[in-house]
């Protein structure tokens, strides 16, 4: 059944992923905040800057309207930097029913956590909209790839089966497989927190280390983010699954990571600001590592990934000195679960 739906936010995941609804015969809104932005939206029927090559059918409209993209939609798909969601949470409240029967399911697509507060994305959107039905999609999905009707497989994370089962519904076609959850926690913490090791898998690369390298990386890096997501109540098996390893995977090793492409140039002597200019993009994980650092002091995990790459980004440590510190920490094996 075709669903009446707004598009938050017309980056490059925003415009994939409307191509996706609109694919599946949905109505849908894409806002942006510009007009000067909305008339290049639609005359290129996309994102021509970020999303070269994807255009979206002549059914989808743009608007900076925030009124006219959230009021009697019954789907609302919030797709906006992480640094911007509370404000723009805000900006739609006025718009969004209260009332049971009218209220809109609200699908987060954005990775991490505010830095103030230490809130996932979820949390943000429910302590500005109380009371409201909030889920979460997330996974391995470069929207380069999404665009081009690419395999790809994600989960949906809600508090009730129907939401999940709706939202998979929505979503789901011959080229976009949806999977669903109960583990929302641990579904936004494996998002986040991937973006972070992938700016130190980027380093590694930039620097010139190898494939064993990336590897330590990536599979140092999920027992990083399963350490913390379980001491806060999230899942193993949710870490094992898309939104951990599997994110994390295509994160650090694909060239479309806007945050592996911001640790290469970081690996290679540039500043955390030149990298991020150079990209061009926002760089999730610049946003989300303080905050990750101050979630493992504050539920007593160990990151050191995490907390070299905070060393690197914000107090000027050298690449070349935290891989070495990385390499010649305290002696230990690898299973502490396991007797010996």
């Known amino acids: 059944m075709s669903k009446k739906v707004g598009v938050i936010g017309a980056g490059s995941w925003g415009i994939a992923l409307a191509y996706v609804l609109s694919k599946n015969g949905h109505d849908v809104t894409v806002w942006s905040r510009s007009q000067a932005s909305v008339d290049r939206l639609t005359a290129y029927r996309g994102n021509e800057d970020k999303l070269p090559g994807v255009h979206l059918p002549e059914s989808v409209s743009y608007t900076c309207d925030i009124a006219s993209a959230v009021q009697g939609k019954e789907i609302l798909v ?26 809109p399911v609200i699908v987060n697509c954005t990775k991490g956590i505010e830095e ?48 999940a089962k709706l939202v998979q519904d929505v979503f789901m076609n011959d080229t976009f497989r949806v999977y669903i959850s109960p583990d929302m926690l641990g579904i936004e913490i494996g998002a ?32 990083e983010i399963s350490r913390l997501g379980m001491a806060m109540g999230g899942e193993f098996e949710t870490f094992a699954g898309l939104s951990g390893i599997g994110d994390l995977v295509v994160t650090c090793a694909s060239m479309h ?27 999730e994980g610049v946003f989300s590592a303080k905050a990750a650092l101050a979630l493992s002091e504050q539920y007593e995990v160990d990151m050191p990934i995490v907390k ?30 396991l007797d010996w």
């Open 308 to 337: 070299g790459v905070n060393e690197i980004l914000f107090e000027g440590k050298a690449v070349g000195d935290g891989i070495r510190e990385l390499m010649m920490r305290e002696r230990r094996r690898e299973n502490s679960s």
């Open 257 to 283: 990571s806007r945050n592996r492409r911001a640790g290469i140039l970081i690996g290679q002597g540039k500043s955390m600001q030149e990298a991020m200019d150079e990209v061009k993009m926002v760089v």
């Open 78 to 103: 919030l797709v906006v930097p992480s640094a911007h969601m509370r404000e723009t949470v805000r900006l739609i409240a006025p718009y969004v029913a209260e009332d049971e029967d009218e209220m």
């Open 192 to 223: 986040a927190l991937k973006n972070v090791i992938a700016l130190a898998a980027g380093m590694a690369d930039g620097y010139g280390l190898g494939d064993n390298a990336k590897a330590a990386l990536i599979t140092r890096g999920i027992a």
């Open 116 to 163: 103030s507060t230490l809130m996932l994305m979820s949390d943000v959107i429910l302590d500005e909209l109380p009371g409201r039905n909030v889920c979460v999609l997330s996974g391995p999905s470069h929207a380069e790839e999404v665009g081009k009707d690419m395999p790809t497989t994600i989960v949906v994370g809600a508090f009730e089966r129907d939401t």
